[in-house]
């Protein structure tokens, strides 16, 4: 009986302690750039929906998009990953 009581004290003090995650600093974007989200709603804002793949290039300072544009083609969108300016569109 006070081995299950000492399991289920550690299994509760395990359940609510804090955890700690540590992100890997290659895979982070900077704090001045621009999150997925708030890229995709300057994308809806302009008429792109149908949103498929979602691609952060830091090295190229861009966001990659494959979407739909208002007449529905599909469109493949480079972003500004800072300002958030359309840079190019390629039609597939």
Do not use: W
């Not at 009986?1 to 895979?27: E, G, N, R, Y």
């Not at 001045?32 to 300072?61: H, M, P, S, W």
Request: hydrophobic share 40%; charged share 25%.
């Amino acid at each position: 009986m006070k081995l299950f009581i000492a399991a289920s004290l550690l299994t509760l003090t395990l359940a609510i302690a804090p955890v700690t995650c540590i992100a890997d600093p290659i895979h982070t974007a900077p704090s001045n750039a621009l999150t997925v989200q708030k890229a995709l709603r300057i994308l809806q804002d302009q008429g792109y929906y149908d949103f498929r793949k979602i691609k952060l290039e830091q090295d190229d300072r861009e966001i990659e998009v494959e979407a739909r544009n208002k007449i529905g083609n599909k469109v493949e969108i480079e972003l500004d990953l800072y300002t958030g300016q359309i840079m190019t569109i390629d039609h597939d």
